[in-house]
């Protein structure tokens, strides 16, 4: 593939970054969005036998190109779909073990992976209501690998989530399975800066690759924690023509990858 | 932990219902009015089937809101629309669900926001698998399910979750409790008189609402001959013992989509999403003027227009074709 440099927006971005991180052969749990566009870049690059699951109970369904579905429980998320199940069931599924991946979003992030979508504020009274869990608190429990993934922000990354929906490392070190998440957990974490993953021990985040065109200092200055930073820091390459070529055919409207 | 669950609910009482319910074979076609003045009282909780904008019961929906029902408790895996509806109308008391906006497209929902924030309606958040499992164990007649999902978290916390240690392994496993609705609403393709209901495309949770359920109110866009599963048992997804009302109402759940029937409205829902914003409960009041207060749902869809519809028709087909 060419890597001439092309201009992209961050949701571009984020899209292909998280497109290289989902291996052939395996399956995917998506949402709606920046993760739709991923995993269908990547069934149309590197992983031609990537199988998507959506959360309304839909197993390895063919998207059409420029007719994405605007919820993952919807006739055009069900395309020619090699079975159905209810919604229980794709998630049990899930527990059972069946789901490689988990590509996920997040209001607010903190240093162990665990995610905000519910409230900012106090839950009982909150200073602003989001609209919920829906699948991720079980997709961060139960999927093999999380993949989470947003804009690299300082309000967004903080010491501490106002509440936490979705379980990542919990408070560090084992404190995750002592809760009994025997299974899983966040895997890398993909901004628009850089890629992070885990410190094996303390389980808090850790820079190990940055995009392109950022810096660490960038990273560090959007960031509301201290961040660990690996000895054999990477950079990565760009996304390449290719890509953002077959990005923009799958979602030329930009459903799944607006503003940003 | 036997305290805790006598909260929620009384399993003697709620088999009770099922077992005091007449099992016969029997015709249970009625209008709307009758099902909804029938079955939902105030203050019921009401499961609603469908998700988000697929197979939405709107038709009752709207009837509850021209009954002016109040104090209910509605329970869903993803609630939409019509819980903007319902809060506007002054009918809710609390929203038991996993995620609640009026979809991606449009944000996040503001009445959702206004009346949550305000501490106007309780909104009770359970992971969409928990939710799903609560179903279930209501459907399966026992109080419980274990799960992974929630453990750790402030769901865990905020709903006063029970945790185990597995007597086979010795893991931790969470117990959702069962969630036992007072009556299910549920939009189908067809059914017949007695109430045997086949659904198309994806199911969500609504075979098991249909268990958990006290009482469970059909729609279905077409009422068939019970030969249609006579022939075909396997059609039968909810069978008619479940059913206590079947009404035909074509077109029954939109401006939500109907598998192999008819796709979403989504200027319907832009336009609505639209109102709210700019006006508030205002918008959704207008809204409910128009189309809800003093119509019937038949006037509601004659508003819509018989071109728009057929139009929805035709989009079902080029998508799932």
């Known amino acids: ?260 | 932990m036997s305290n805790k669950s006598a909260h929620l609910f009384d399993l003697k009482e709620v088999r009770g219902r099922i077992e005091r319910k007449d099992k016969s074979i029997r015709p249970k076609i009625m209008s709307l009015q009758d099902a909804v003045k029938q079955f939902i009282p105030s203050g019921s909780h009401v499961a609603v089937g469908g998700c988000l904008y697929s197979r939405t019961p709107t038709a009752v929906i709207h009837e509850i809101i021209r009954q002016k029902r109040a104090d209910l408790t509605i329970s869903r895996s993803l609630t939409g629309m019509e819980a903007d509806l319902l809060l506007a109308a002054s009918a809710l008391r609390k929203v038991v669900t996993s995620w609640w906006s009026i979809g991606y497209a449009w944000g996040i929902s503001r009445m959702m926001r206004k009346f949550v924030q305000e501490g106007k309606v309780e909104f009770e958040e359970w992971s969409h698998l928990a939710l799903g499992l609560r179903y279930r164990a209501a459907g399966m007649g026992t109080s419980f399910l274990p799960t992974f999902s929630m453990l750790g978290t402030d769901l865990e916390r905020t709903n006063k979750v029970e945790k185990i240690v597995c007597p086979y392994t010795g893991e931790k496993m969470l117990l959702v409790p069962a969630l036992y609705p007072d009556v299910g609403l549920i939009h189908a393709q067809r059914a017949d008189k007695f109430g045997n209901v086949e659904i198309n495309g994806f199911h969500f949770m609504d075979e098991d609402i249909a268990r958990a359920s006290g009482q469970v109110i059909v729609t279905a866009e077409e009422i068939v001959d019970s030969d249609h599963f006579r022939n075909q048992p396997d059609r039968t997804v909810i069978p008619f013992f479940c059913v206590d009302a079947v009404v035909e109402v074509p077109y029954g759940s939109y401006p939500s989509e109907c598998w192999n029937r008819y796709d979403a409205d989504f200027s319907h829902f832009s336009d609505f999403s639209q109102a709210t914003n700019e006006k508030g409960v205002n918008g959704v009041n207008e809204y409910l003027s128009k189309y809800v207060y003093g119509k019937s749902f038949q006037n509601f869809l004659d508003m819509i227009g018989t071109g728009r519809l057929v139009e929805l028709r035709k989009s079902m087909e080029n998508v799932i074709r």
């Open chain 1, 1 to 260: 593939m060419s890597s001439a440099k092309a201009s992209y927006t961050k949701a571009e971005l984020l899209a292909v970054m998280t497109s290289r991180l989902l291996e052939d052969k395996k399956t995917v749990f998506v949402g709606i969005g920046l993760p739709m566009a991923a995993a269908l870049l990547a069934q149309l690059t590197r992983s031609p036998a990537l199988s998507i699951i959506f959360e309304g109970g839909i197993i390895a369904p063919e998207l059409k190109h420029g007719e994405m579905p605007l919820s993952t429980n919807e006739i055009r998320a069900g395309r020619r779909a090699m079975a159905f199940c209810d919604i229980t069931d794709i998630f049990l599924y899930q527990q059972r073990g069946y789901i490689d991946y988990g590509l996920l979003g997040a209001a607010q992030i903190d240093q162990y992976g665990n995610i905000n979508t519910s409230v900012i504020g106090d839950f009982h009274k909150p200073k602003v209501r989001l609209p919920g869990s829906g699948g991720a608190n079980d997709i961060a429990s139960s999927s093999t690998r999380v993949l989470i993934t947003l804009i690299h922000e300082k309000r967004r990354f903080v010491e501490k989530v106002d509440f936490v929906t979705s379980p990542g490392y919990l408070t560090g070190n084992n404190s995750r399975v002592n809760s009994g998440l025997i299974f899983g957990g966040p895997f890398k974490v993909i901004t628009d800066l850089g890629i992070m993953g885990f410190d094996q021990k303390s389980k808090r985040l850790k820079v190990e690759a940055i995009q392109s065109d950022a810096t660490i200092q960038q990273i560090r200055d959007n960031t509301g924690f201290e961040l660990l930073v690996a000895d054999n820091l990477e950079r990565i390459e760009a996304p390449t023509k290719d890509e953002l070529r077959i990005l923009r055919e799958i979602d030329p409207e930009k459903v799944m990858l607006r503003g940003t």
